[in-house]
């Protein structure tokens, strides 16, 4: 299927499908956008095909509808969906805020916002990655803090200051109670929460070149199974489990990789982009592996990349 | 200095002039600093910014600048061994689709016509570059052959007056279907070019006849219809409103005058066309003058005019561009540089580079000027403001995929600056090795060293523990590293493997001398432990360091109680060094039994 490109006003930084309740057996149409590099930067909700309505084959021959955006302080640095209604981002300016849609999608609002979530002592500093996990949510920022944050709750839950001494790029769950975070100078470091200290409570790095890492992903079903893409283009699959190195090391991209993705229902299925303007497509054969390549070509740099779940 | 063409446009700045007398200014790379002063020490408070160009900031416009970056660059990469007729047809279709991208966004903007009021007034600028656009793409590049100029030229017209058209067509073509049918057949090339002509004079003259002997004078508008198509051209001036340009006047008028025009006569019907339809008293506006200049094959002055009307050099640069490409522009350079094309695309580009987002798009027209694009680049690559490491990363890549070593040196220098100022020392050191910058690794281990004289402890341990090769960017980095891992050996009561590691960083000089004292003092409680752990030859290292260190000149800025210090320093390491002697000789001469 050939992609859609429709061009819109701004740059795109992030993109995320709006999950669906599991109970629907339908795919998701509706998404979101962040911008950067704006004056004036705004989240946007779009939906594909006519509500309800896509071709036989579920694939969307539309373009992508505006259907309500809000204004945005800042860069959008990460986004993610907290539950249906809610929408999370990291801003340039170290706040994260929390939208809210409305369940017909015609309006978008700003629930919440942490100012200043990350900062130095007399400067702002970006946010630079948001995971949630229903009510909880994380943001790591370019000022080395891991900070931990209940939804409902306006008071920050927990700070591990100085967490690191580099830039945190993302983050992400392992477990309800641990996180992984990847810094630029190629360190994962997994932190466990249910620990005073604020130490991490694993590091683990490749031998050889201190290549920063700019994006992790957990397997949807392995939570020791990890996959992070930095500054060369490498893709490691690492087990957390077992020491330093990681089982799987692919020359991916011949540039920053941005993101990358376990296919969140088919996890031998993995997704990556780069600033070398190619979404890449990667299958593993059964064992841990990975090795045939399927390459989709895109015009501009992708920052993001976001596949929806497909129903069984 | 050169003459001015026109009379230049005055800006208003609001609220500048009330309290001084005198404006000063200052020009930037896209907006100019305006200042108020009365030549005293109190200046004004206020600076001005006035924009050059206020086009760029429009979000719909901007959709015509991407869309059309990445026509060009499609454009430049049309190799050049293609068969010249192959490439016609490409810079046709490329033609093409600049124009259907103009259109895209006007319709947009007419959607949106009320929402903004500089949105109209854009709509009518696109409208008369898409027609100058489509006239230059019928006459320059899709040169058709003599006898089909007119019909490209009538289908050029009715794209623009396409209401205006359905009307006079309706009246021309009511009564005589017959005729109009076998005229419009001609340039299919179903027959020549003369034999078409021959075949026309015939219908012409019958016409004429029809007229002389009144056979249409029953009927006025029958009558009035005959004149048209002989090509009076009273009559056809009588139908002003219904044409309502005069290049559809002059259209009109060449198809039944001189329906088999070329090329080379096409200007003097177009002058004259113009003078009649707009009289003695109307004088031509910029739009009409560009295209007459369009009509009479002058280049040149099609784009200087276009330069000169508009604000924003779009058109301009992408239409020379593809002019160029083709072929027809004379290769003269200008007595500023570059070539014409290569001037307008740099202007444009420059312009495209002080908007905050659009400015990865001005790369790639850089990178296609071949004489001074990677200077203009190289300029203005460095000022990118630099808010988030995530832009500071994308433009890094900018600059080492075109190996500009030096934009990416300053440029990590500058993120690694401002992460030292905030205690970031991981980031820094991230940054200087992306440069691999060793200068910077030194300052930054520096900075390492003095927290650790001041703290009396490692700070960013994980990054120190985890320095990996990137150490050895610089002689003090890597001393850092391994510093920081004698303590840990120390801590971990690796005691021989730390006191190896101490002694080496001496002999090896990979310590600097400062620090030496440090070192000498760290060893000092391996020297007191009960067992033996600096051997015989060790130790007589350890003192000829001493010494060395000793040897050289006082520093005289000691006070008299630093002094004491480190004479006490000197005193208790002599001793715990003899000491150790002592026991290691006995340690080494006693035989195990």
Same mark, same amino acid.
Do not use: N, Y
């Given at each position: 299927m050939d992609p859609i490109a429709k061009y819109i006003s701004q740059k795109i930084s992030k993109t995320r499908w709006r999950p669906i309740s599991?109970?629907?057996?339908q795919q998701p149409e509706v998404f979101a956008t962040g911008s950067w590099d704006n004056e004036n930067n705004s989240v946007s909700i779009w939906s594909v095909g006519e509500h309800g309505v896509s071709n036989t084959d579920g694939e969307f021959d539309e373009e992508p509808q505006l259907l309500c955006a809000s204004q945005h302080d800042g860069d959008v640095m990460d986004l993610q969906f907290l539950d249906q209604d809610r929408l999370v981002s990291a801003s340039s300016s170290g706040a994260v805020m929390i939208f809210k849609l409305q369940p017909d999608c015609q309006a978008l609002s700003l629930a919440h916002v942490w100012e200043r979530a990350h900062r130095y002592s007399c400067d702002n500093t970006p946010c630079t990655a948001v995971v949630c996990r229903s009510p909880e949510l994380v943001s790591v920022g370019e000022d080395g803090r891991v900070t931990l944050y209940k939804a409902d709750q306006t008071e920050v839950v927990r700070v591990i200051e100085n967490a690191d001494s580099s830039t945190i790029h993302a983050v992400t769950f392992l477990r309800t109670t641990e996180v992984l975070t990847v810094n630029s100078i190629g360190q994962l470091k997994m932190w466990d929460f249910r620990q005073q200290s604020d130490s991490p409570a694993q590091i683990l790095s490749l031998t050889g070149d201190r290549v920063p890492l700019h994006c992790v992903d957990k397997h949807p079903n392995q939570q020791h199974i990890v996959a992070t893409g930095g500054q060369d283009g490498m893709l490691c699959i690492w087990d957390v489990r077992q020491g330093n190195t990681p089982f799987s090391l692919i020359e991916a991209h011949s540039a920053e990789m941005w993101e990358v993705h376990f296919h969140p229902s088919n996890p031998s299925h993995l997704f990556t982009c780069s600033e070398d303007g190619s979404l890449l497509h990667w299958e593993t054969t059964s064992g841990s592996d990975m090795s045939t390549l399927l390459q989709i070509p895109v015009a501009a740099q992708p920052d993001t990349v976001c596949q929806q779940p497909r129903c069984a | 200095m050169e003459e001015v063409d026109v009379e230049p446009s005055t800006t208003l700045i609001p609220s500048a002039g009330f309290h001084r007398k005198h404006l000063g200014f200052e020009w930037g790379p896209g907006d100019l600093l305006v200042y108020e002063t009365n030549y005293k020490l109190q200046g004004s408070p206020f600076v001005h910014i006035v924009r050059r160009d206020e086009d760029i900031c429009s979000p719909i416009l901007r959709k015509l600048f991407n869309e059309s970056h990445l026509i060009f660059v499609g454009l430049q990469k049309i190799k050049e061994d293609i068969p010249s007729k192959n490439k016609k047809s490409q810079f046709v279709s490329i033609s093409k689709n600049y124009r259907s991208v103009i259109r895209a966004c006007m319709e947009e903007l007419q959607q949106n016509a009320g929402k903004r009021s500089h949105d109209t007034h854009h709509v009518s600028i696109l409208l008369a570059i898409e027609l100058i656009w489509n006239l230059c793409e019928v006459l320059f590049i899709d040169t058709a052959p003599a006898g089909s100029l007119l019909l490209h030229l009538l289908d050029w017209v009715r794209l623009h007056k396409s209401d205006v058209d359905a009307r006079a067509r309706e009246v021309l073509q009511s009564d005589s279907p017959a005729q109009h049918q076998s005229y419009w057949d001609?340039? /299919?090339? /179903?027959?020549t070019l003369t034999e078409f002509e021959v075949k026309w004079r015939h219908w012409h003259e019958e016409c004429d006849r029809c007229l002389q002997e009144n056979t249409f004078a029953s009927n006025r508008h029958l009558e009035t219809i005959c004149k048209i198509l002989v090509g009076d051209e009273d009559t056809l001036l009588e139908q002003k409103e219904l044409l309502s340009t005069w290049y559809h006047f002059l259209v009109t008028r060449l198809l039944f005058t001189h329906p088999t025009i070329k090329p080379p006569d096409l200007h003097y019907y177009a002058q004259s066309s113009m003078n009649m339809f707009l009289g003695p008293r109307a004088s031509p506006e910029p739009l009409d003058i560009i295209l007459l200049s369009a009509f009479e094959f002058d280049l040149h002055q099609v784009i200087k005019d276009c330069s000169i009307a508009l604000n924003n050099w779009w058109f301009v640069a992408h239409l020379t561009d593809l002019l160029d490409h083709c072929k027809l522009l004379q290769s003269h350079n200008l007595h500023f540089g570059s070539n014409l094309r290569e001037f307008l695309v740099l202007e444009y580009a420059s312009g495209l580079f002080t908007h905050h987002s659009l400015w990865q798009l001005a790369v790639d027209y850089f990178d296609h000027c071949p004489e001074f694009g990677r200077v203009y680049l190289e300029l203005q690559i460095e000022r990118v403001p630099l808010d988030t490491e995530r832009k500071a990363i994308k433009v890094l890549r900018i600059c080492e995929d075109r190996q500009m070593s030096e934009q990416v040196r300053s440029i990590c220098k500058i993120m690694a600056k401002r992460a030292l100022r905030n205690n970031r020392l991981g980031s820094a050191l991230s940054w200087s090795i992306r440069a691999k910058d060793a200068a910077f690794a030194t300052l930054i281990s520096e900075r390492f060293l003095q927290d650790y004289s001041n703290k009396g402890s490692f700070t960013d341990l994980d990054l120190l523990d985890n320095l990996g090769p990137a150490m050895l960017l610089s002689d003090r980095l890597t001393f850092l590293g391994k510093y920081r891992e004698f303590h840990r050996l120390y801590g971990e009561k690796r005691f021989s493997e730390a006191a190896r590691l101490l002694l080496s960083l001496m002999t090896a000089k990979i310590a600097p001398r400062s620090l030496w004292m440090t070192l000498l003092t760290d060893a000092l409680p391996l020297l007191e432990q009960k067992e033996v752990i600096f051997s015989v030859d060790q130790t007589y290292e350890l003192m000829s360091c001493l010494e060395e260190l000793n040897s050289g000149t006082k520093d005289s800025n000691l006070t008299d109680q630093d002094e004491d210090i480190e004479s006490t320093k000197t005193e208790l390491l002599r001793l715990a060094l003899a000491r150790n002697l002592t026991m290691a000789i006995v340690k080494e001469g006693t035989i195990e039994t």
């Open positions: 599991p109970a629907l057996l | 001609v340039p /299919t090339g /179903t027959q």
